[in-house]
């Protein structure tokens, strides 16, 4: 039987704070989805620019789906780690993206929010496949900031887009660890934050 997306967020959430497997980058991580990037690396996550879509003070909120009618759904998960991979508990994680047909709401907040790391680190959120646009292949827009840290701006990716090799600000650091489902699919990256 394949893993749904709930099953793959109540194993996710039934997981120890980083179990040593999940903390090594291990490819057989539980869950089957590696730790993206590797905990213990010398540098944070990397930077992006922000783009032109962003909306300040998004509603709190973990489920984006019911904002739109339609899409492929997609659970993203991860943690927000230090540098020596512990957890930060209450790091705010803000998302948005474009819809299905590439098109962001820039007069509300569809598709946009933010949620607190729990005390684990944990972070996820329910959400829709963004969709592409001309000039850019498909991402995530997302800040992290733990509490007193500085603001990390970057985008996420997915592996195997066409549009990977030709966007200009494409970084191959930045890719979801992603897995199909039946109802849609699953994706993973763990923050390493300043």
Not at 131 to 145: A, E
Request: charged share 20%; hydrophobic share 35%.
């Amino acid at each position: 039987m394949q893993t749904t997306r709930r099953d793959f967020l109540a194993g996710f959430l039934a997981l120890p704070a980083l179990a040593p497997a999940v903390a090594a980058g291990a490819e057989d991580a539980p869950l089957g989805l590696a730790l993206t990037p590797s905990c213990g690396q010398p540098e944070a996550t990397a930077a992006q620019t922000e783009g032109p879509y962003f909306t300040p003070d998004t509603p709190l909120k973990r489920n984006f789906a019911g904002d739109v009618s339609g899409g492929t759904a997609i659970t993203i998960a991860g943690y927000v780690l230090t540098r020596d991979c512990q957890p930060v508990s209450k790091a705010l994680i803000e998302l948005w993206h474009c819809d299905d047909h590439g098109e962001y709401d820039n007069a509300g907040y569809r598709l946009r929010g933010h949620q607190f790391s729990d005390d684990q680190g944990r972070w996820w959120f329910e959400t829709i496949l963004p969709g592409v646009y001309p000039g850019r292949t498909r991402h995530f827009h997302v800040k992290v900031q733990r509490p007193g840290g500085p603001l990390l701006t970057t985008q996420l990716y997915f592996p195997g887009e066409a549009g990977n090799d030709s966007d200009g600000i494409f970084d191959r650091s930045l890719l979801l660890s992603i897995k199909d489902a039946p109802d849609g699919g699953y994706g993973r990256f763990d923050f390493i934050v300043a």
